[in-house]
């Protein structure tokens, strides 16, 4: 049956809601989205995909319609996340899989790449404004570094504004030749998910945690070099959140990396859908996947 199917599956005490489109038995695209979205930023993307491939966008741990019970405790860390989607993986018995990588999805699915122990099962990485370089981050960071290195709730105050609708719509129109174009029920839905009763500070508590993704740059770096995966960079050229030099720094560790911009900002697949889709099917089937 064709079309995009919504699931919900239990893995590492967290009811995982996820969207998946294609057949069973074609190769695997795992979609990892960003903040402050979810699996919805994948709506279209996914059926473009289903015809050649099997899609699947999982909401993470704090995002989208993924619940995570009180009683879990759940500590809110990429390290966890990348845990999370670790045993998502392993409960839908996902052997191969390209990854798909943006924003929070870069570092949930690098570390599961590398930090899980599992880089044989990547087959390509397409990174669409997934950074993994510190030249690849804008001064959109300067606050969120100021309450890296002072985490007063003082300094975390000050970045409450990130969780605010007006962030939100910014974070999609920002770069934007035709901001219009944006569907407001993205910018809308993100900002609903968001207001939740205790939402709010699991996002800040992720803000601060995402030093540790800096961290891991090198490790990042060292997968990169050690098992040289095909990887597409496909990015927004006008993204303030992830520059441009983020995309070009791929080259530095992987020399046959692709990287192609779109005149777009940080979600630059709302605008520029099917540029994006062209440039994502050549690149897997350039690479036999």
Do not use: C
């Amino acid at each position: 049956m064709s079309g995009t199917h919504i699931h919900t599956i239990e893995v590492d005490g967290v009811e995982v809601f996820y969207r998946e489109a294609g057949n069973l038995h074609a190769p695997v695209v795992l979609l990892l989205h960003g903040f402050p979205s979810s699996s919805f930023q994948y709506r279209n993307l996914l059926t473009k995909l289903e015809g050649k491939y099997r899609a699947i966008a999982p909401d993470l741990p704090g995002f989208g319609f993924t619940k995570v019970p009180d009683a879990r405790k759940y500590q809110y860390s990429f390290e966890n996340i990348a845990k999370t989607i670790e045993a998502f993986v392993d409960a839908l018995s996902l052997q191969k899989y390209a990854i798909y990588i943006f924003d929070y999805g870069a570092p949930t699915g690098l570390r599961h790449g590398l930090a899980l122990s599992r880089p044989s099962a990547i087959t390509a990485i397409i990174s669409q404004n997934g950074n993994a370089f510190e030249v690849g981050l804008g001064e959109f960071w300067n606050g969120i570094r100021t309450y890296w290195n002072d985490p007063t709730p003082a300094n975390r105050e000050s970045l409450t504004w990130l969780t605010k609708f007006k962030a939100t719509k910014y974070q999609y129109e920002a770069g934007e030749p035709h901001p219009e174009s944006i569907p407001p029920e993205t910018y809308h839905l993100d900002q609903a998910l968001m207001d939740r009763p205790g939402n709010a500070d699991i996002q800040l508590d992720l803000q601060l945690n995402y030093q540790t993704n800096v961290a891991l740059y090198p490790s990042f770096h060292e997968y990169f070099r050690r098992y040289q995966p095909p990887l597409l960079a496909i990015w927004g050229k006008n993204d303030g959140i992830f520059v441009p030099a983020g995309a070009e720094a791929f080259k530095t560790v992987l020399p046959k990396a692709e990287v192609h911009f779109v005149d777009g900002g940080h979600f630059a697949l709302e605008n520029h859908l099917d540029e994006i889709t062209d440039r994502i099917m050549g690149f897997l089937e350039s690479n036999g996947v």
